[in-house]
């Protein structure tokens, strides 16, 4: 069965520090993929998605993406981070046997420290 | 105007109770979705739909119906709400390269 993996429960970093949060899935092909954000109270809202092409995808707010095919990931990072970014991060892929359902990670809290 | 609106944003209820959760969209699609959202388990789908005539469980059913009344128009029904269906109700569209759009969600509480 299809899987997304988030390693991560909750990260926390300084304000202007580099961010990775990170994304692992199980799918038998090249899945779409997708990275959303849902800030505290608000439904969740795309940030970026990969079909297919260039592997580094770039998104809303400062954020990138890069697919990497041979480890099954789907990272997401920003390189200098925004007290605004606090937030809860969701990965994402659609496809395959799933067909037109999106299949969630469980979600990576973001907490920022000034 | 929000293009994914949902109704109530909060309610509270008692178990044993009928409830229902409306959905509206404006963006055309015919593609939509309930999902509920608890702490640590990330969004889980309970009904989806590709078109009036056509809709299907997702992995959590049990315990809801929908109703797809239109193409705009998908709602979820608790017909006998109980204390474990508290929790962040979202509805979602979603467009033709699979990208969702969701409502601003549904807080529901079942004492």
């Known amino acids: 069965a299809q899987s997304v993996t988030q390693p991560d429960i909750h990260i926390t970093v300084s304000e202007g520090a580099s961010l990775e949060l990170r994304c692992n899935y199980s799918?038998?092909?090249?899945?779409?993929l997708f990275w959303y954000v849902q800030s505290p109270g608000q439904g969740l809202q795309l940030l970026l998605k990969y079909f297919s092409g260039d592997t580094l995808v770039q998104g809303i707010k400062g954020f990138e993406a890069e697919f990497k095919r041979s480890q099954s990931s789907f990272n997401l990072r920003k390189p200098s981070v925004h007290w605004s970014d606090a937030a809860e991060y969701f990965c994402?892929?659609?496809?395959?046997?799933?067909?037109?359902?999106?299949?969630f990670g469980a979600g990576t809290r973001l907490f920022v420290k000034a | 105007d929000a293009d994914v609106t949902q109704t109530p944003r909060n309610r509270i209820t008692k178990t044993g109770k009928r409830i229902m959760l409306e959905c509206s969209q404006t963006?055309?699609?015919?593609?939509m979705y309930w999902y509920r959202q608890d702490p640590g388990l990330g969004l889980r789908l309970i009904y989806y739909?590709?078109?009036?005539?056509?809709?299907n469980k997702g992995e959590i059913s049990d315990g809801y119906s929908v109703s797809r009344q239109a193409q705009a128009k998908f709602s979820l029904s608790l017909e006998s709400a109980i204390p474990n269906q508290t929790a962040l109700y979202f509805c979602?569209?979603?467009?033709?390269?699979?990208?969702?759009?969701f409502g601003p969600g549904t807080r529901l509480t079942v004492l």
């Open positions: 963006k055309g699609h015919d593609r």
């Open positions: 979602a569209t979603m467009d033709r390269v699979n990208e969702q759009f």
């Open positions: 799918y038998g092909a090249t899945p779409y």
């Open positions: 739909s590709f078109d009036v005539k056509d809709i």
């Open positions: 994402a892929v659609v496809g395959g046997t799933g067909g037109f359902k999106t299949i």
